[in-house]
């Protein structure tokens, strides 16, 4: 049974930092991601890291945020972690992880499976 479990969120003011880890158990996953809700809001992609033996380690961001977020990956442990800085106010939301086959997919329909969240909630 494949379980994802989220960690790390909490409260911070603006301009701190958190880190995020999503620890896989069950299978491991080429394609794992972030995404965020926030309250009457759709899901929002955050970001995805896939991994092959071939081309390596990648990672994409959503625009919003590229340079404050990074994404990385512990295979050995099969977690995904989101080290989170210069936090605003406007990325408080529930954060997710999700897991799937596609590469670097932005598209949520496309991770099958999925953590149950963990709120980070920015102060200003």
């Known amino acids: 049974q494949v379980q994802l479990v989220e960690s790390g969120g909490g409260l911070v003011q603006a301009g701190g930092s958190l880190r995020l880890s999503c620890a896989a158990s069950?299978?491991?996953?080429?394609?794992m991601a972030w995404f965020r809700q926030a309250p009457g809001k759709e899901h929002e992609f955050v970001a995805a890291?896939?991994?092959?033996?071939?081309?390596?380690?990648?990672?994409v961001y959503a625009d919003s945020v590229k340079g404050r977020f990074t994404i990385s990956r512990d295979n050995a442990k099969n977690m995904v972690l989101l080290q989170m800085s210069s936090l605003k106010p406007e990325d408080t939301a529930a954060y997710y992880c999700?897991?799937?086959?596609?590469?670097?997919?932005?598209?949520?329909?496309?991770?099958?499976?999925w953590g149950q969240g963990t709120q980070v909630t920015v102060s200003s």
């Open positions: 999700a897991a799937g086959s596609d590469w670097l997919s932005r598209d949520r329909t496309r991770y099958i499976h």
């Open positions: 069950g299978r491991t996953f080429n394609s």
């Open positions: 890291t896939s991994w092959d033996s071939a081309p390596g380690f990648y990672a």
